[in-house]
């Protein structure tokens, strides 16, 4: 027996049966006579696996995804794998195409509603809608409201969320218009179970979504003002811990429009612009034209939305209000995902299309109209569990654990801040378990709709939802609609117009240019930390005297701090504890979360490098034995280096050239660092193993075999490390290579801060004699090591004054308000 076929035996009745719903709920694959549904009556014979084999597709889509660094940060967790389940959402063309003409009417009945709610207002003065309801929601946006330069289109992305009753009709559950999120999770999804369902997936035929995303960016093109030829275009991010990051870093990337962060955009002379690197001392050159928010209204401009805000950008509203810029969705769209309005829009509907709503959404009472109130509070006191009530405008969280007589407290209290909504019996769809079962689970769809040329479109598919309790994180579904025949063009889109462009090297802020010079710092730290590591422990086992590792013990102790008593759980300490500052681990979460901040600038394989980071470390934290520590930094040695190969392809532009400056510069910093832990040790009988462990940690023990012909002296490996310009690990090599990148950033002159402290630190080196050195008490080459640390700081130091932003951080305006105010006599 296939998967398939015992969940369909198995859902011959309904398994998710409430108490409160009548009607058996509704089954994606299963149709009440116990048959397949049509949509996948095409695919059983393609979708012909076994438990045992769909174990093994699960595994690999948990692989395929911990590669690609999909993940979703939950603010109470933290990162959480993105769990996507191998049996995917398939719907049928027939079925599909009733949804297809609802969610286009609604993304334009939206549009309509809010060019209406900021200017001509006919809805409320012809009391279609309560006032109280609209201006009650913080999604209102005053600034916005009227303005000279109202954007006939505001809304040209929407997202809506779908439950399909047990009748087999879709609801509408809310509408996601401020911020929409989850196109690139959708793609993410496609792209996963199409490479590990391939049979399946070329069978089905369903329509691809690639389509959608050129549309997608033609729209975005278009949405330029007329006069722009080259229209410049960003994806504005809250940062890399948004909850959807990794969805808003992929759509920037998918669309190949940079992602920025709000801290990387300044508004000038009314228009807003990328700012240069060494911003403020430099002035801004590159024009932003077209601004996909990814970024909540009230957060975006600190000046007029809210104070205390750090993830906008002061003076945005007036750029909008002035035309200067188009925001995607604009500011005041989130007014539209109060569920107040709800209730209300199949008259809106008839009010400004004169048509009637397709998509019903789910029953909605708004508590402040005085009938609806009462009905919510009689059903609140006789217990109705298939009632909710919400709050308008905030997380539904924040009522829950109320008994029924504190929310009814609150209801009274401000009757206009809450609505109650009946709790549709979702359908359901089977979601493969590790027990080996498919388990039937309530489902939730969302659909996007996109404004192209003159109409809006709907995504023909979505992103699909299951949820297993409110604790569990979600799992998602691949959404496949099939087509009704085979020369249907995909997404119905035969060919995507998109306006021209001229080719350009898009400018990279100062956050960004910090992101990556910390990018090529850590990722240099975490691998020379890793091959000491690996040397010493190698020294250990090979020797049955402990005090025959102190020198890389010594190394170990000044990158990483005070050392644990045992060398074995000292090694695991610096691999596994990311808390531990200048361990491994340490170096490879701070890579981590600086190159998440500019993820739209690297390869997708970069997130292979912490996926095998992790497998590694999974491993070590199984065993305790002592094979397993080597083994693991092996690994995870292996994956770091792995990271130059990602890095190599890069194009050639400031960004590339920071990453190898900070590279260049710790390595440096590592090799004084290594070769300052020698020389405070006392020569001893095994000062000859001491130089072989330290070219071996230093990766130069094959070239110096090569070069001296197995000789081991001092004099020779001062001139390997310190003086050699072939040897990629020296100091004299990290030195040359610093000049050809530090002259490639923007702000270079030749003249530099930056540029000068680099030669002094060539000049200081060139005068060194190898011999000479090795010759002389050892005080005199710490002296020298000391004093070249103390160079490369003061370089980096001065990197970062030139090309990053300088001046003193942003302040909450909420705070110099504050501030002015205790300056006031009372």
């Not at 692989?63 to 939950?74: E, H």
């Not at 378990?433 to 939730?444: D, P, W």
């Not at 400056?661 to 405070?680: D, I, K, P, T, W």
Request: glycine content about 8%.
């Amino acid at each position: 027996m296939t998967v398939l076929r015992d969940y369909a035996a198995a859902t011959t009745r309904p398994t998710l049966a409430l108490p409160f719903v009548a009607d058996p709920r509704y089954d994606e694959v299963v149709s009440p006579d116990g048959g397949l549904r049509p949509a996948w009556k095409a695919l059983a014979s393609a979708f012909s696996l076994t438990a045992e084999e769909l174990q093994r597709v699960d595994g690999e889509i948990t692989r395929f995804l911990a590669d690609d660094g999909v993940a979703y940060l939950r603010p109470d967790v933290g990162a959480q794998p993105w769990q996507l389940d191998p049996v995917p959402l398939v719907v049928d063309a027939a079925d599909w195409a009733r949804l297809d003409v609802g969610l286009a009417q609604r993304a334009e009945l939206l549009n309509a509603l809010l060019v209406d709610l900021y200017g001509a207002q006919t809805v409320l003065a012809e009391g279609i809608v309560p006032a109280a309801a609209v201006f009650g929601h913080a999604g209102f946006a005053r600034p916005v409201a009227r303005g000279r330069n109202a954007d006939p289109q505001p809304l040209l992305l929407s997202a809506t969320d779908l439950g399909r009753a047990a009748d087999g009709e879709w609801h509408v559950l809310a509408d996601r218009v401020q911020a929409p999120s989850g196109l690139g999770f959708a793609m993410e999804n496609r792209r996963v179970i199409s490479q590990v369902l391939p049979e399946l997936y070329q069978e089905g035929d369903p329509h691809r979504m690639e389509p959608y995303f050129s549309a997608l960016r033609a729209a975005l093109i278009s949405a330029a003002c007329e006069t722009v030829s080259a229209p410049r275009i960003v994806v504005m991010s809250p940062g890399p811990f948004s909850e959807t990051a990794f969805d808003q870093a992929y759509l920037a990337n998918a669309l190949g429009f940079p992602l920025v962060q709000g801290e990387d955009l300044v508004v000038r002379d009314g228009w807003v612009w990328i700012k240069p690197a060494g911003w403020p001392k430099t002035t801004p050159a590159e024009r932003v034209d077209v601004i996909v928010r990814r970024v909540d209204a009230e957060w975006c401009d600190p000046l007029e939305l809210r104070a205390d805000s750090h993830l906008g950008v002061a003076g945005l509203a007036e750029a909008v209000r002035r035309g200067r810029v188009r925001l995607v969705n604009g500011l005041g769209a989130g007014v539209l995902e109060n569920p107040a309005l709800l209730p209300y829009l199949p008259a809106v509907c008839e009010h400004l299309l004169g048509e009637r709503l397709r998509l019903p959404s789910v029953p909605t009472w708004w508590c402040g109209d005085p009938d609806a109130r009462e009905l919510v509070l009689a059903r609140l006191a006789a217990g109705d569990d298939a009632l909710i009530v919400r709050a308008i405008d905030q997380p539904r969280k924040t009522v829950a654990g109320l008994d029924a007589g504190e929310l009814a407290a609150r209801v009274r209290a401000a009757p206009h801040r809450f609505v109650g909504q009946d709790l549709l019996a979702l359908s359901q769809a089977p979601v493969w378990r590790s027990t080996g079962q498919a388990q039937a689970l309530a489902l939730v769809l969302r659909g996007f709709t996109l404004r192209y040329g003159s109409a809006y479109r709907p995504l023909v598919g979505g992103l699909a939802t299951v949820r297993d309790g409110a604790a569990t994180p979600p799992t998602t579904k691949d959404v496949w609609v099939l087509k009704s025949s085979a020369s249907d063009p995909d997404q119905g889109l035969a060919e995507i117009t998109t306006p021209p462009t001229a080719r350009v090297i898009p400018a990279l802020a100062p956050r960004a240019l910090a992101d990556l010079f910390w990018a090529g710092r850590y990722a240099e730290r975490a691998e020379d930390l890793l091959r000491l590591l690996l040397t010493a422990q190698q020294q250990l086992e090979q020797s049955a005297d402990p005090d025959d590792a102190r020198m890389l013990r010594r190394a170990l102790r000044r990158l990483a701090g005070p050392a644990l008593p045992d060398p074995e759980e000292d090694f695991r300490s610096l691999l596994l504890d990311a808390r531990r500052p200048g361990s491994a681990a340490h170096s490879l979460a701070q890579l981590r979360a600086a190159l998440a901040g500019v993820r739209d600038q690297l390869s997708g394989d970069t997130w292979r490098v912490f996926s095998n980071v992790e497998r590694a470390a999974r491993s070590l934290r199984s065993s305790t034995r002592a094979h397993r520590t080597a083994e693991s930094g092996g690994r995870m040695l292996a994956a770091v280096l792995s990271l130059h190969g990602v890095t190599s392809n890069m194009i050639r532009d400031a960004g590339w050239h920071m990453i190898e400056s900070g590279r260049f510069l710790e390595r440096g910093l590592q090799v004084c660092h290594l070769l300052g832990a020698a020389a405070a040790e006392e020569r001893s009988r095994s000062h000859r193993d001491d130089l072989t462990a330290l070219l071996t940690a230093s990766e130069s023990v094959v070239t110096h075999r090569r070069r001296y012909r197995g000789t081991m002296r001092t004099s020779d490996v001062l001139d390997l490390l310190l003086l050699d310009p072939d040897n990629p690990r020296s100091v004299a090599f990290a030195l040359a290579q610093l000049r050809t990148h530090l002259a490639a950033l923007p702000s270079s002159t030749g003249s530099t801060r930056p540029e000068r402290l680099r030669e002094q630190l060539e000049a200081s080196l060139a005068q060194l004699d190898a011999v000479a050195l090795a010759a002389a008490p050892r005080a005199q080459l710490v002296v020298f090591l000391k004093r070249t640390v103390a160079g490369f700081e003061q370089l980096g130091d001065a990197i970062a004054q030139l090309h990053f932003e300088s001046g003193p951080p942003p302040v909450p305006m909420s705070a110099l308000s504050l501030v002015e105010h205790q300056g006031v006599p009372a």
